[in-house]
C-alpha cells in the first residue's frame, strides 16, 4: 500500500534562518506531488505542485521554494523565513493531476518567532 | 477560479444530534470532493461525487451532489464525538488545480 510521510513534525524557527521541510512516498511511481499551507485551521492554499523529478509549479509568489530531486521526494525550503511564513504545511500526492483525490501526510507545524 | 463557499463556518453539536452542512458555489463542478482533518493532522478524502443528484452514504454521512452540480451538502445522522474534525469541501478548476474551501469546524460534544 503507498504511505506519505513528512518531517519534521514540529519546527520551532527564528525569523531570517533556513527552513528544509521533507515528504517522501512509498509503494507508488510517478506521483503528482503537492505543497500546501493551512493557516488558522482553515482552508489550504496550494504552494507547489509537482508532475516529474525538477519539474516544479509555483501557484504563489512567496518566500518558498520547492524541489524534487528523486520520483518519491519532495522538499520544501526557504533560504530566510519571514514571520508570515508560519502555519501548518502538508504535503500530499496523488495519481492523476486534476483528479481532486488527494493523500495528505500528517503535516509540519511551522513557527517562525 | 470557483470559489466554494462552506457553511455554516462553526458548529457544536450534541451526541446523537443530527446535522447537514453545505459547500456551494456559483460555477459548476465536473466533480467535487468532501475530506475531513483532525487537530494536527493531514486531511483525509472521504468522498467524490461526480453525477448531478448524486447520493452517496458512508455509514451515518450522507452526501449529495446538487443537481445543477453547483452545490453539496453533507448530512450526519446521530453524530458522535468522533465525528469532531474540519470538513473540507475542494473541486478541482480547469487549471487541475485542487481548490478547498475554508472547511466548516464541527464540534460534538459527549
Known amino acids: 500500500s503507498q504511505t506519505i510521510h513528512q518531517w519534521p513534525a514540529t519546527l520551532v524557527q527564528p525569523v531570517g534562518s533556513p527552513l528544509s521541510l521533507e515528504c517522501t512516498v512509498e509503494?507508488?511511481?510517478?506521483?503528482?506531488l503537492y505543497w500546501y499551507r493551512q493557516a488558522a485551521g482553515r482552508g489550504l492554499q496550494l504552494l507547489f505542485y509537482?508532475?516529474?523529478?525538477?519539474?516544479i509549479s509555483s501557484e504563489v509568489p512567496q518566500n518558498l521554494s520547492a524541489s524534487r530531486p528523486q520520483d518519491r521526494q519532495f522538499i520544501l525550503s526557504s533560504k530566510k523565513l519571514l514571520l508570515s511564513d508560519s502555519g501548518f504545511y502538508l504535503c500530499?500526492?496523488?495519481?492523476?493531476?486534476?483528479?481532486?483525490?488527494?493523500?495528505f501526510g500528517e503535516g509540519s507545524r511551522l513557527t517562525v518567532l | 477560479t470557483q470559489l466554494l463557499e462552506q457553511s455554516p463556518q462553526f458548529l457544536s453539536i450534541q451526541e446523537g444530534e443530527n446535522l447537514t452542512v453545505y459547500c456551494n458555489s456559483s460555477?459548476?463542478?465536473?466533480?467535487l470532493q468532501w475530506y475531513r482533518q483532525e487537530p494536527g493532522e493531514g486531511p483525509v478524502l472521504l468522498v467524490t461525487?461526480?453525477?448531478?443528484?448524486e447520493v452517496k452514504k458512508l455509514k451515518r454521512l450522507t452526501f449529495q451532489f446538487g443537481d445543477a452540480r453547483k452545490d453539496s451538502s453533507l448530512h450526519i445522522t446521530a453524530a458522535q464525538p468522533g465525528d469532531t474534525g474540519l470538513y473540507l469541501c475542494?473541486?478541482?478548476?480547469?487549471?487541475?488545480?485542487?481548490?478547498f474551501g475554508k472547511g466548516i469546524t464541527l464540534s460534538v460534544r459527549p
Open positions: 500530499a500526492w496523488s495519481v492523476l493531476l486534476g483528479s481532486g483525490e488527494l493523500f
Open positions: 509503494g507508488t511511481s510517478n506521483p503528482n
Open positions: 509537482s508532475v516529474g523529478i525538477g519539474q
Open positions: 460555477s459548476v463542478f465536473s466533480s
Open positions: 461525487v461526480v453525477t448531478g443528484g
Open positions: 475542494a473541486h478541482t478548476g480547469a487549471n487541475s488545480k485542487l481548490t
